[in-house]
C-alpha cells in the first residue's frame, strides 16, 4: 500500500474559505507569451519556509490566504502543519484551544480544527501540511489563478462547505 492510498481517506472539510484562499506552489511564468499571467505563492520566502518546516520539497503546494484564511475541520490520520507569516490562529482540540506560533509545528487530529483567524501586520500567510493536497495540475502548476480561471480548484478560491482531499 503507498502513501497516496493510505493518505486518501484523509482531508479538511471547509467551513469558513477566509477572503482569498487559494492554492499555490511555485507557479508558472513560462506564459506570458500566451497570455498566461504569472502565477504562484504571492510572499515566496514564507511560501518555501512553510515547506521547510513541515519537510516538504521546496515546490509543494500549500494553502495561501489573504487577510483571513480558512476555519477548517479534519478528518483522518495525524498530519503536521504550520502556518507561516504574521498570522493570528488557533487549533481546537477535542478537549482545548490551542493559541497558535507562527513558524511552529503542530499536530492536527481525526476532529481537530484549525482557525486561521486573520493576518497581522502582512497580507499573506501560509498553510503547509506534512503530507501532499490532492490537487490537478496545468502546465506544470498547481497554483490557483483566479483572473485565468487555471489550476487547482478549477481556477477557484476556495469555498465554504468545500472537501480538501489529501
Do not use: H
Not at 492554492?23 to 500566451?34: A, E, S, T, V, W
Amino acid at each position: 500500500m503507498n502513501i497516496k492510498t493510505i493518505m486518501s481517506k484523509n482531508y479538511f472539510k471547509v467551513i469558513r474559505a477566509g477572503i482569498n484562499t487559494t492554492f499555490q506552489d511555485k507557479g508558472r511564468d513560462n506564459l506570458y507569451p500566451i497570455g498566461i499571467p504569472f502565477s504562484g505563492a504571492m510572499d515566496n520566502r514564507n511560501y518555501l519556509i512553510s515547506n521547510k518546516l513541515v519537510g516538504n520539497l521546496s515546490g509543494s503546494a500549500v494553502i495561501e490566504f489573504a487577510y483571513q484564511g480558512p476555519l477548517m475541520k479534519y478528518k483522518g490520520d495525524k498530519v503536521s502543519f504550520v502556518i507561516t507569516g504574521d498570522v493570528i490562529f488557533k487549533l481546537i482540540k477535542k478537549k482545548s484551544v490551542v493559541e497558535g506560533n507562527c513558524y511552529e509545528n503542530y499536530i492536527i487530529e481525526d476532529g481537530d480544527q484549525i482557525d486561521i483567524i486573520s493576518t497581522n501586520k502582512s497580507v499573506y500567510g501560509y498553510f503547509a501540511i506534512s503530507a501532499e493536497f490532492d490537487l490537478k495540475f496545468q502546465w506544470g502548476s498547481c497554483s490557483t489563478n483566479t483572473k485565468a480561471n487555471i489550476g487547482s480548484n478549477d481556477g477557484r478560491k476556495l469555498q465554504d462547505k468545500q472537501k480538501i482531499n489529501i
